[in-house]
Structure formats: C-alpha cells, structure tokens
Nanobody, 130 residues
C-alpha cells in the first residue's frame, strides 16, 4: 500500500521560513514526478511545485517562484519543499503528491494538474501570521 506522509507544517510569522517533507512508502518514486499542492480555506486546490525523477527538473507556480524550492532524495524516497519569505497568502493545507508518469525537463511544466497525480498525502497545515 502506497503512503505519502507530510511533516514540517506549523505556525510562522510573515517573512519566516518552513521546510516541509514528504516520505513515500510502499513504492519507489525515484523515476516519477512528485509535487506539492495547497488548499486555502474556501479555495480550490492550487499547484505549488513539481519535480521530475532522475533529472530533478523543477517547475513552480508564479506565486511561489523565487521563494520556494522543491527537492528530492531518491535514496530516501522523499521530497521536500523549502519555503522562504513566507506571506500570509501562503497559509493553506499543503499536500504532497506522486505520479506514475515519467517526465523530464520538457514536460515537467505539464504537471500542474492534480489529476496527473495518483497518490496523495493527508496534508500538513501551514499558517503564516502577519
């Protein structure tokens, strides 16, 4: 059974940093795309960042570009999201997602759609106080 478990959420002041981590079990995703999405209260799920398998090509939402960094450790089957210069509008539940698709630098930008991911974590709350 595949499981994705997020950790690292919490309460932080605006301008601060948090690092989210997602640990996958039950299947190796080293060759597959993984991503982070978020959902704020009263809003729909929003793409945040994605990373390809072996190449580790990345793609970001415009709203987080330059502030967030997605990375992965294929040996540990984990994907992290380093969030810097946090703003109140970053407040949301953050979800880790894994796909069975192989993507590369040419196609990573297509992984902004939730339906392209096949496994999801339970989410971790990030609250940024202003």
């Amino acid at each position: 059974q595949v499981q994705l478990v997020e950790s690292g959420g919490g309460l932080v002041q605006a301008g601060g940093s948090l690092r989210l981590s997602c640990a996958a079990s039950g299947r190796t995703f080293s060759s597959h795309a993984m991503g982070w999405f978020r959902q704020a209260p009263g809003k729909g799920r929003e793409f945040v960042a994605a990373i390809s398998g072996s190449e580790s090509s990345t793609h970001y939402a415009d709203s987080v570009k330059g502030r967030f960094t997605i990375s992965r450790d294929n040996a540990k089957n984990t994907v992290d999201l380093q969030m810097n210069s946090l703003k109140s509008e970053d407040t949301a539940v953050y979800y880790c997602a894994a796909s069975v698709f192989y993507v590369d630098s040419r196609t990573i930008a297509t992984m902004t759609i939730g339906t392209k991911y096949h496994y999801w974590g339970q989410g971790t709350q990030v609250t940024v106080s202003s």
